[in-house]
């Protein structure tokens, strides 16, 4: 099926450095939505962006829907030991349609 | 605080032996997915629910089935479970189907394992 690029696949940071992570598509998307997934445990949404262009934080996270609206980004700043986990980007195309996920980025986090 | 539960969080069946997941929401959201996620991977649409309305994914085997007897709860029914049936099975709701965009609200997952 459809899917998502989603980049870095992992990211080996030390605590206390900025992160960023994007995902790219071919297709153009009405909503763009970052998941954070810790081990064992469901995916809790971190970021929902819904107009392109869209800028929006949460905290120490800063998430933006491309002007294409084929892209999204993430960025953590400051990372610390807790953001380790799995991010997932999720896209939409259009109302009624599945969402399309990311393979997912790996974040490790030394301190 | 409003959520979505699922029960149990770790189920072991035996190969063949049918198994029901359940899920429940306190949002009062339309509409309930579920996903099978499998190590390392992203998770995979298998059906959802719009109010009462069913919608299966194309590539989503007869194995499985889903009931949602009411707004709040919905089921998983895995009539034949395989050993490659061992996955994640999360739930998911949202309040609609997109108008002005959908944000889908996750529940913890139920891990099971086919022996």
């Known amino acids: 099926g459809q899917q998502l690029n989603q980049s870095p696949q992992s990211m080996f940071i030390q605590e206390g450095e900025d992160v960023s992570m994007n995902c790219t598509s071919s297709?153009?998307?009405?909503?763009w939505l970052w998941y954070k997934q810790d081990p064992g445990e469901g995916p809790v949404l971190l970021i929902a962006?819904?107009?392109?262009?869209e800028l929006t934080s949460n905290g120490r996270l800063t998430a933006q829907f491309g002007i294409t609206r084929k892209d999204s980004f993430l960025n953590i700043s400051a990372s610390i030991p807790s953001d380790v986990g799995i991010y997932f980007c999720a896209g939409q195309v259009q109302a009624g349609t599945a969402l399309i996920f990311g393979k997912g980025t790996t974040l490790s986090v030394s301190s | 605080d409003a959520m979505v539960i699922q029960n149990p969080r770790y189920q072991v069946t035996q190969f063949g032996k049918p198994v029901t997941l359940s899920c429940s929401q306190t949002?009062?959201?339309?509409?309930m997915y579920w996903y099978q996620q499998k190590s390392s991977q992203a998770p995979k649409l298998l059906f959802h629910y719009y109010d009462k309305d069913f919608n299966n994914e194309a590539d989503t085997p007869d194995n499985f089935q889903s009931r949602r007897p009411n707004t709040s709860f919905c089921f998983l029914d895995i009539r034949s479970p395989g050993l490659g049936d061992a996955a994640m099975y999360l739930c998911?709701?949202?309040?609609?189907?997109?108008?002005?965009?959908?944000?889908?609200?996750f529940g913890p997952g139920t891990r099971l394992l086919v022996l």
């Open positions: 962006l819904y107009k392109a262009g």
């Open positions: 998911a709701t949202s309040r609609d189907l997109g108008v002005g965009g959908e944000t889908q609200y």
């Open positions: 949002l009062n959201h339309n509409v």
């Open positions: 297709s153009i998307f009405n909503t």
